[in-house]
């Protein structure tokens, strides 16, 4: 027994999970900044103040890689968010094998991002792949989907939604699964029609939902890299890079000075679209535990 | 059927010979070559794949088991003791977990460590990144545990170390496995950080021969198809016996909003 009564809480237990979030995340994150602004080559770094941002917003293909980060992340989340109520409100309807069919449409949250990629990369072939073939058996000519400039990056946008929507549903299920049946009974004898008990009842009261899906699959958008690595490298040319691909080619090619100003501008664009819609997450603790649980398997 | 078929390509695909899986066609195969197609991928550049699947097990079962340790003790402290701190404590969590990691300049600080290219800096640096989830997740199961139980411990005279392991994380159980079953998926899956930290040939990781095979099979998709579908095995497995704790880790929480 000692004598001196100690907290039965030690903060030493807190230590040796600091050690490490602190030195390979919190200090390679702060550092970023100050390698943002040299030309570097991992031994020396030389102060060359913004010019790394200068050419970022000057070379037309890093401002695409910009451009197309948002684009990626907004159709990508709101395809994920919309498509995601829908097939939640069928898989709660009590339709045939409902158990079955949402294990079937989460599976691919699961399966390896660069396995699905490389599959898709050949059914989606202009040619020879099974999509375009099955489009032309009903007499449609199929696009050339990775390989078109103008349509590579949407092609990659509907591989994600299609591997990330089952997450977005099995959200959207939790939230329905959470409204009052109270409310649908008192609209119905009301006389609201199925149509409207969905907009004034259900799209109101899975909000909650709606913001975690929306908020997830925003970070997960802006982050994203295996899928389009694993598809179209950035190409045809430059038009499917993103900020992610863009970070990694100019550290293969040894501009470590530019690849970490893409990082911090990376950093500040989340920072931006994000946090003031965490902000009214972490006003309720709940939430936050909720947005928490899904960020692994959404990044 | 949408969310299926992709998957019944990814099979047949793999079980076709070299020729026919050059065509791509959705079709049912002549032969079927699975066991040849499996041999020779596994025999491909020296065993890379057998290597490969051993690295990939000791980065998640090593990753996985110090989050449960290190995520748990934290969220403890965390819920049972109010401090100042404990706000930029939060702050710093949710940066971990929204904020994408400074590739380079971890390269920089894994070299001066001397863990660039070695398993265990992979394994650190995928217990630092996925470390506000676990504390988070465990901070908001602790809430549910009355401090009643650790007070009584205390008064038989046990201390906080024992409390601790002895006490609370039995009671953790149902957030571990899902913490777990999460967890471990996602690092198997990761393919982006051994990618920036783990290059090298004898470091490869599942993900990693996918990419390396995707240059060299060029010729042969059946053996590419062949090891895509070798990847998506454990995740199957895993959705398989876990599918419940998946659901249930998921969706905690949000259901209370």
Redesign the interface.
């Known amino acids: 027994?000692t004598t001196r009564r100690?907290?039965?809480?030690?903060?030493w237990?807190?230590l040796?999970?600091?050690v490490?979030?602190v030195?390979?995340?919190?200090?390679?994150?702060v550092?970023?900044f100050w390698?943002s602004l040299t030309r570097?080559d991992?031994f020396e770094a030389e102060f060359i103040g913004l010019e790394n941002y200068r050419q970022f917003f000057r070379e037309p293909f890093l401002v695409q890689g910009l451009v197309n980060t948002l684009i990626y992340a907004v159709v990508t989340s709101g395809a994920k968010s919309v498509l995601g109520l829908l097939l939640a409100v069928l898989l709660t309807s009590g339709i045939w094998f409902q158990g079955f069919l949402r294990?079937?449409?989460?599976?691919?949250v699961?399966?390896?991002?660069?396995?699905?990629g490389?599959?898709?990369a050949?059914?989606m072939?202009p040619t020879?792949?099974?999509i375009n073939?099955?489009l032309a058996a009903i007499g449609i000519e199929g696009p050339a989907w990775l390989s078109d400039p103008a349509l590579a990056l949407y092609s990659v946008a509907l591989i994600d939604i299609?591997k990330g929507v089952?997450?977005a549903t099995?959200?959207y299920?939790?939230?329905l699964?959470?409204i009052s049946p109270d409310y649908y009974e008192a609209a119905r004898i009301d006389g609201a029609t199925a149509w409207q008990r969905f907009w004034r009842v259900t799209v109101p009261l899975v909000r909650?939902?709606t913001v975690?899906v929306v908020t997830l699959s925003l970070?997960g958008g802006l982050?994203s890299?295996?899928i389009i690595?694993?598809t179209t490298r950035g190409g045809p040319g430059f038009a499917s890079d993103v900020l992610?691909s863009v970070?990694?080619k100019q550290?293969q090619a040894g501009f470590?000075g530019l690849?970490?100003a893409g990082?911090?501008i990376?950093?500040l664009l989340?920072?931006v679209i994000?946090l003031p819609m965490?902000w009214g997450c972490?006003k309720?603790?709940?939430?936050?535990?909720?947005?928490?649980?899904?960020?692994?398997?959404a990044? | 059927m949408?969310?299926?078929l992709?998957?019944v390509?990814?099979l047949l695909?793999a079980v076709k010979t070299k020729q026919e899986a050059a065509?791509?066609?959705?079709a049912w195969p002549s032969e079927w070559r699975a066991w040849e197609n499996l041999v020779e991928v596994v025999q491909t550049r020296n065993y890379m794949l057998l290597l490969a699947y051993f690295n990939s097990t000791v980065i998640t079962l090593g990753a996985v088991t110090?989050l449960v340790i290190?995520?748990a003790?934290?969220g403890?402290?965390?819920q049972?003791?109010r401090s100042p701190w404990n706000r930029v404590v939060y702050v710093?969590l949710?940066?971990?977990?929204?904020?994408?990691?400074?590739?380079?300049?971890?390269?920089?600080?894994?070299?001066n460590?001397g863990l660039f290219k070695t398993i265990h800096g992979m394994i650190?640096?995928q217990?630092?990144?996925?470390?506000?989830?676990a504390?988070?997740?465990y901070?908001?199961f602790i809430a549910s545990i009355p401090r009643a139980l650790?007070?009584a411990a205390?008064i038989d005279?046990a201390r906080?170390w024992q409390?601790?392991f002895r006490v609370i994380l039995p009671l953790l159980k149902p957030v571990t496995v899902t913490l777990i079953v999460?967890?471990s998926?996602?690092i198997f899956?990761d393919?982006?950080n051994p990618?920036?930290y783990l290059p090298g040939r004898e470091n490869v990781t599942?993900?990693l021969t996918?990419?390396n095979f995707?240059s060299q099979f060029q010729s042969q998709?059946n053996l590419?198809?062949m090891n895509?579908l070798l990847?998506?095995i454990p995740?199957?497995l895993?959705?398989v016996f876990c599918?419940r704790q998946?659901?249930a880790?998921?969706?905690?929480?949000?259901?209370?909003?």
């Open positions: 027994m100690r907290s039965p809480y030690p903060y237990f807190v040796p999970a600091a490490v979030f030195t390979l995340f919190l200090v390679p994150t550092a970023s390698f570097w991992l294990s079937v449409v989460f599976f691919p699961l399966v390896s991002t660069i396995g699905i490389i599959a898709f050949a059914l072939h020879r792949g099974a073939l099955a299609w089952g997450l099995l959200i299920i939790a939230g699964a959470a909650p939902a975690t970070i982050r890299f295996d690595w694993a992610a970070i990694y550290y470590y690849s970490t990082n911090v990376l950093f989340i920072g994000v965490t972490s309720r603790e709940v939430d936050v535990g909720a947005c928490a649980a899904m960020a692994p398997v990044a | 949408i969310f299926i992709p998957f390509y990814i695909m065509l791509f066609l959705f110090l290190f995520g003790m934290v403890y402290v965390l049972r003791r710093f949710l940066i971990g977990l929204m904020v994408p990691p400074a590739v380079v300049p971890t390269i920089w600080v894994l070299q460590l650190l640096i217990v630092a990144y996925g470390l506000s989830f504390v988070l997740l901070r908001s650790d007070e205390i005279g906080p409390v601790f999460v967890q998926v996602a899956n393919f982006t990618l920036y599942v993900q996918l990419f995707q998709y590419l198809f895509i990847v998506t995740p199957l895993v959705f599918n998946i659901v880790g998921m969706t905690s929480g949000g259901v209370k909003g």
